[in-house]
């Protein structure tokens, strides 16, 4: 399952597929990306993150891919399982800039 | 042995009380953050703290006020509770952005305010 274009709300995936969630970010000077995931009562967890200076980066399961071109960031999410169902943000920032800016979040949902 | 944590978890209160919230981490950061989220999970910052010193104070209102004792601990005191008040709150924490690190934030179980 994939969402496409700029944003979309919502995700609904079948239980084994691969999942890709895209966020388009706004800032060109923003050289720091975070993926984050929100479980239903629960805080953002950290997923993954990636720096300007890459355009791919992998971790258990997931990848990140930058194109800074379109200013365009998505997380795949590999052979998704339903404890992957949770909201999922991106966040950019800048080198120094404490503050995080945060997308809409997307609503991912497993079907088993 | 949880990392950044939060009291109350829930917070039900009537319009015109004064609450707070208090927010604890473990982590040794020395930066630490209050989120908005609102009914449409939108997440906006409200403030931050470094080395208990404020860096980041968005269009808030006034009666939001934080405090850090130390760099341990940022609290959220809030007086005068309106309707829009409503939402849930989320402490978070990061390391200094010196010495070239980057501004991972680890966030805390939220607090989710519901103002009657």
């Known amino acids: 399952g994939e969402s496409v274009g700029l944003h979309l709300p919502t995700l609904s995936v079948q239980e084994g597929d691969n999942s890709i969630i895209n966020c388009a970010y706004s800032n060109s000077a923003s050289d720091y990306f975070i993926w984050y995931k929100q479980e239903s009562g629960k805080g953002p967890q950290f997923i993954i993150d990636i720096r300007s200076n890459m355009d791919k980066r992998q971790g258990q399961r997931v990848t990140v891919l930058l194109n800074k071109t379109v200013k365009h960031l998505s997380l795949q999410i590999a052979a998704t399982q339903p404890g992957d169902s949770a909201v999922y943000f991106c966040a950019e920032n800048m080198s120094n800039d404490y503050k995080l800016s945060f997308g809409a979040g997307t609503t991912v949902t497993v079907r088993a | 042995d949880t990392a950044v944590s939060q009291t109350p978890k829930y917070l039900v209160t009537q319009m015109g009380n004064d609450k707070s919230i208090k927010c604890e981490q473990n982590l040794g950061h020395d930066t630490m953050y209050w989120y908005k989220q609102d009914s449409k999970k939108f997440l906006k910052i409200m403030f931050s703290?470094?080395?208990?010193?404020?860096?980041i104070n968005e269009t808030v209102p006034n009666r939001f006020s934080p405090k850090s004792p130390d760099k341990a601990h940022l609290n959220l005191h809030i007086n005068s509770l309106e309707l829009g008040d409503s939402a849930v709150y989320f402490c978070?924490?990061?390391?200094?952005?010196?010495?070239?690190?980057?501004?991972?934030?680890?966030f805390g179980p939220g607090t989710r305010l519901t103002v009657t």
């Open positions: 703290y470094n080395n208990k010193e404020l860096i």
């Open positions: 978070a924490s990061s390391h200094d952005l010196t010495s070239g690190r980057t501004n991972e934030q680890y």
